[in-house]
């Protein structure tokens, strides 16, 4: 039998391995990658008996691999909170799957271990920018503030290392990101012991969003607002994390960050208005690569002559 743990490559992933491996130890292959890499199933070639756990990667971006490996007699355990629509039947598949824009994988994973490692559900849900619910359960543990502060900060800092076109243009690959991370139950003592990956991130990431934060939007109205980044490593680290910096910013309007890519291409991170936390996932899969959830969604590859159309279908939506 063989164990394989299939993960999305940012926060919420990983800290929903975490706080199951935590839960339940086992050696297992790790099939992940950057964070828009979540048609991951397909990696997996499954034997009768081999146990699958899929996190925080869409069900409907999986669907035909679900069909698949079951049909090649594995189990799967799968938990998510990206659209999915609909969930098969099969006495193989338990799922766990919640839309609602104020969950994600990491507190679904949280209440079906009932708190065992709530610390690192907490990171995990302040990556996905769920300040609200990730506070509520900070003050569900009568935490001090400043350790708050640095949960957040590492639930950042692992969200932007997951973002990129491939590998080399993170700062730690997820798998090696998640080992480094696994010989603590308490995330505060990665913080805490003086660690120099925690440092490498805080590093990494104060760099890159000062270069972000330094650009003008191409467009900007009361409903929504454009920004365009260069073909560069530190554009593509930053994109999503910018996005959510700008949401918190502006909690009225919605925001999309076009990275720029080699092909003449776009690569596209949408945030909902913290107000109105919808719609994103469906504007997204208007076009070929998009998808994601209600809040936070993305086009891995919107051609250079759908810009318009994008931007015009951004400030509908929100309009």
């Known amino acids: 039998m063989?164990?394989?743990?299939?993960?999305?490559?940012?926060?919420?992933?990983?800290?929903?391995?975490?706080?199951?491996?935590?839960?339940?130890?086992?050696?297992?292959?790790?099939?992940?990658?950057?964070?828009?890499?979540?048609?991951?199933?397909?990696?997996?070639n499954a034997?009768?008996?081999?146990?699958?756990?899929?996190?925080?990667?869409?069900?409907d971006k999986n669907r035909d691999d679900v069909t698949r490996l079951l049909q090649q007699e594995a189990s799967i355990f799968y938990v998510d909170h990206h659209f999915a629509g609909e969930i098969p039947s099969h006495p193989q598949l338990k799922t766990l799957i919640n839309e609602a824009s104020d969950t994600c994988t990491s507190i679904l994973v949280n209440t079906h271990l009932k708190g065992q490692f709530t610390l690192w559900a907490i990171v995990g849900a302040f990556g996905d920018n769920l300040k609200k619910s990730a506070t509520a359960l900070a003050n569900s543990l009568k935490l001090a503030q400043d350790d708050v502060t640095l949960l957040e900060q590492l639930g950042i800092y692992i969200n932007y290392n997951g973002y990129g076109s491939d590998l080399s243009d993170l700062h730690f690959e997820p798998a090696k990101l998640f080992q480094k991370l696994l010989p603590y139950t308490n995330p505060l003592d990665?913080?805490?012991?003086?660690?120099?990956?925690?440092?490498?991130?805080?590093?990494?990431?104060?760099?890159?969003?000062?270069?972000?934060?330094?650009?003008?939007?191409?467009?900007?109205t009361s409903n929504s607002a454009i920004y365009m980044l260069p073909n560069e490593k530190w554009a593509r680290r930053v994109s999503g994390v910018f996005g959510n910096d700008l949401a918190n910013q502006y909690p009225d309007r919605a925001h999309a960050v076009l990275t720029a890519k080699a092909n003449g291409n776009y690569l596209v991170s949408v945030r909902a208005p913290l107000n109105n936390k919808t719609g994103a996932a469906d504007l997204c899969r208007q076009f070929a690569t998009g998808?994601?959830?209600?809040?936070?969604?993305?086009?891995?590859?919107l051609p250079a002559g759908e810009l318009k159309t994008f931007a015009d279908r951004l400030e509908a939506a929100y309009c």
């Open 291 to 301: 998808g994601g959830r209600a809040a936070a969604a993305g086009i891995n590859d």
């Open 2 to 44: 063989t164990d394989y743990d299939v993960f999305n490559g940012d926060a919420d992933g990983i800290c929903s391995l975490l706080q199951l491996r935590h839960s339940e130890p086992r050696e297992a292959t790790l099939v992940t990658g950057v964070k828009r890499d979540i048609d991951l199933l397909k990696q997996v």
């Open 190 to 220: 990665f913080i805490k012991d003086g660690n120099v990956d925690f440092k490498q991130l805080q590093t990494g990431y104060t760099e890159d969003m000062a270069a972000a934060q330094s650009s003008q939007p191409e467009m900007a």
């Open 47 to 59: 034997k009768p008996g081999d146990r699958i756990t899929a996190l925080d990667i869409s069900l």
